[in-house]
């Protein structure tokens, strides 16, 4: 289940940050305070930090009036403690992010009073929702807000598409459960559809394996928050079964170059259902992608078409990663999760799972304990040229 957040109150405190690897590190730490105002400064040097304060949303459009998110950069020398002091700001010195929200249903109201807030409605919204830091520009559709396509420092544009996916389990007598994986087709693309519920329309883009296309359609349109400030900027979709999230940190470093993706999954409502995150690319990997053996050295896979669709999925420790003699996509991991590479180009990650019956390999059960579940990851795309 998610970690519940503690709110600090203060009018001073102190935070060690413990820097446990042998490399320099500029990470942004994160704290839940309970006033927007707030200053972080280095206990050693008294220098003033770069920091953000953020709203905490506690429904998708409706931010807390008791609890605030501030982030500030640390840097952090190897194997190091290095102390920091968050105290009380003059009112209106801290820096707020600053939020867009696309509606696309009249009845959305937002409530955030201690942010500025800006709205668009759908016919008035720009072709493309952009992130951007020195390292990297990112482009997203405002109907979804989901990645469409990345440019690298070099200038270099890639296209990096996001979907979800559902997978249905088969009609047949043996059925997917806790250890076994039969999917009826390939994933079907979750998103926004042209009316509501599903429809049911054929795909000739599904390689050797059977696929029927499933659009999904959420009882209400995606809600789109765009929020930007020194720290990070990011794109946050809230669908009916995940909240989205693409964050780009305004840093140099490791930090600066990759995105982090994060989703917050609840299928509880489903039955017999699988989400899974499709990244597609234009990375000519053929048949062949790498994950890592638990967490030490990378192992490569190959899809094999002869083969049923489960048997392409393989356990991704902490990294996968798709590569032509031009580009590299890494996907870095917070979590285990299963992966596959079904089709050039394409990564896909198990989200999450809700199955009704057991599979008789000795649980007794199938799997209905789901409760609201949180992914991270890391993505990297590289200019190997």
């Known amino acids: ?40 400064v280095e206990a050693e040097t008294g220098r003033a930090v770069d920091s953000q304060v953020s709203a905490v949303w506690v429904e998708p459009s409706r931010a807390s009036t008791e609890a605030f998110q501030l982030d500030f950069v640390a840097e952090l020398p190897p ?25 696309h249903s009249k009845t959305q109201a937002v409530q955030a009073q201690h942010f500025q807030v800006s709205h668009l409605d759908a016919d008035a919204a720009p072709a493309h929702l952009s992130l951007s830091n020195k390292h990297l520009q990112t482009w997203s559709p405002p ?32 059925k997917s459960g806790a250890y076994l994986f ?8 979750v998103g926004p559809g042209p009316g509501p519920g599903p429809r049911r329309t054929p795909s000739s883009s599904c390689g050797d394996y059977l696929c029927v296309l499933q659009l999904y359609s959420s009882p209400e349109p995606p809600l789109v928050r765009v929020s930007r400030g020194p720290v990070f900027s990011d794109i946050t979709t809230r669908f009916q079964h995940v909240t989205h999230r693409v964050r780009l940190y305004h840093l140099d470093g490791p930090a600066g170059r990759s995105l982090e993706i994060s989703n917050l999954v609840d299928i509880r409502s489903e039955v017999n259902n699988e989400l899974a995150m499709r990244l597609l690319t234009d ?11 638990n967490g030490f050295q990378m192992q490569q896979r190959r899809t094999l078409p002869k083969l049923p669709l489960q048997a392409n999925v393989y356990p991704m420790t902490s990294a996968a990663l798709l590569q032509d003699s031009a580009s590299r996509l890494t996907l870095l991991s917070a979590q285990s999760q299963g992966v596959a590479s079904l089709k050039p180009g394409e990564l896909e990650v198990m989200l999450d799972r809700r199955l009704q019956q057991d599979d ?5 059960q199938g799997v209905t304990d789901n409760k609201l579940t949180a992914s991270l990851y890391r993505l990297l795309v590289e200019d190997r040229r």
């Open 360 to 364: 008789n390999r000795g649980l007794g």
């Open 143 to 174: 109907e979804t807000g989901l990645l469409q396509k990345v440019r690298l420092q070099s200038g270099l544009v890639r296209q990096l598409q996001v979907q979800f996916l559902w997978y249905g389990t088969r009609a047949s007598q043996e």
């Open 283 to 293: 990375v000519a990997n053929g048949n062949r992608f790498y994950t890592d053996l």
């Open 1 to 40: 289940s998610v970690p519940q957040q503690c709110r600090c109150s203060f009018a001073f405190r102190t935070l060690v940050i413990f820097n446990p690897t042998e490399q320099f590190r500029t990470s942004v730490i994160s704290v839940v305070i309970d006033s927007p105002d707030a200053a972080v």
């Open 182 to 189: 039969l999917p009826s087709q390939e994933g079907a693309q």
């Open 79 to 103: 194997l190091s403690l290095v102390i920091y002091h968050v105290t009380e700001a003059s009112v209106g010195s801290s820096f707020r992010a600053q939020y867009t929200f696309l509606h």
